[in-house]
């Protein structure tokens, strides 16, 4: 994290108190500052970082629940952020920040701490973040508290196209329309076939509030009435004002290599069908070769993340197929 000190900063905010809508604007203006200065300091004096989508936010929160924590300065504003996920046993923290003005003061480790006492005590066993690779302080910072180093996180975008009907008995469904009495049993199926690759992982919430939240789709493919694999991805900005320009996946779950290929061509169907001009992956390095096919389709690294995990608490990866969870809102 950045380190600033300034004549404002005075005592330690006081936390953590659970994020409401209500805090959603003032949350947008800590967020952009905070990473505003971290890219100035990273000696990129001209970037500055735009608000998120109201809507983005409303997700994150809905989907943290008690893990959305603020932190508070004596004037009762804003200090600092942890928005702390739990998806079954797997738990990630993101976005977090600490205005500039506290920044250096042990406001941010306090921040962090918070977020991991939470996420052991909801019995995660898999915990960790994202962060900028370039930044070596803040690796620095979170490897003090214990988060280790992993594999890069590659976004990786591909344009979007019709595609021809999927044949060889497939078919592939838009949990969005389906009837209201469909719902819940496609939502078990999703999680039965995530049950079955990665024990104890669920990401039945984030399908839920994507669907409750007009954000974006669940696609699922199919094998007559066996569940080949399934998509959650959000089609709604992601910063605040800006057009409908790419469709984020958010969690992807395959079971085997074919699955995954043809997610892929679902995803790029309809996000030209949605109104976006590209869809965006968020790859985890140790899938080399899903990796490699969206490359040899066309796919261009945008961006780059490391994951960390804390110590003891280490990603699971299926023993084969894919499940790919995105650790950025």
């Known amino acids: 994290m950045a380190v600033a000190r300034t004549w404002r900063q005075s005592k330690v905010p006081v936390g953590p108190h659970r994020i409401l809508e209500s805090d959603i604007a003032v949350l947008n203006g800590v967020f952009s500052d905070a990473f505003t200065d971290r890219y100035r300091r990273d000696g990129m004096a001209g970037v500055r970082v735009p608000h998120l989508n109201p809507a983005v936010w409303r997700f994150a929160i809905a ?47 306090a921040v962090v701490a918070a977020g991991l006492d939470h996420l052991r005590s909801s019995g995660a066993r898999v915990i960790g973040l994202e962060t900028m690779p370039r930044t070596m302080d803040n690796i620095g910072f979170y490897s003090s508290l214990g988060l280790l180093p992993g594999h890069l996180t590659l976004t990786v975008t591909l344009d979007g196209g019709y ?5 060889g008995g497939l ?26 690759m990665l024990p104890g992982y669920d990401f039945s919430r984030e399908i839920r509030l994507t669907e409750e939240l007009s954000l974006g789709d669940t696609l699922m493919l199919w094998r007559g009435d066996d569940l080949c694999g399934f998509a ?98």
């Not at 250096?104 to 480790?109: A, F, Q, R, S, Y």
């Not at 595609?163 to 044949?167: F, G």
């Open 63 to 109: 989907d943290a629940g008690p893990g959305a924590m603020l932190w508070r300065d004596e004037r009762g504003q804003v200090a600092a952020f942890n928005v702390a996920h739990l998806s079954g046993v797997e738990a990630w923290m993101g976005p977090l920040a600490v205005h500039p003005d506290y920044q250096g003061h042990g406001v941010g480790k």
């Open 163 to 167: 595609a021809s009907a999927i044949s």
């Open 171 to 196: 078919r592939g469904v838009r949990l969005g329309s389906l009837h209201a009495d469909e719902l819940d049993d496609a939502v078990g199926e999703c999680f039965s076939l995530t049950e079955r």
């Open 232 to 329: 959650v991805c959000h089609s709604v900005p992601l910063v605040e004002g800006r057009v409908r320009e790419e469709l984020r996946v958010l969690k992807l779950v395959a079971r085997d290599d074919e699955a995954f290929n043809l997610l892929v061509t679902m995803l790029t169907d309809h996000a030209r069908r949605s109104g976006t001009r590209r869809v965006a992956i968020r790859m985890q390095g140790y899938y080399a070769e899903a990796y490699h096919h969206l490359v040899q389709r066309g796919g261009r690294v945008r961006w780059s993340d490391l994951r960390m995990t804390l110590e003891g608490r280490e990603e699971l990866r299926p023993e084969r197929g894919v499940v790919l969870s995105n650790w950025e809102i």
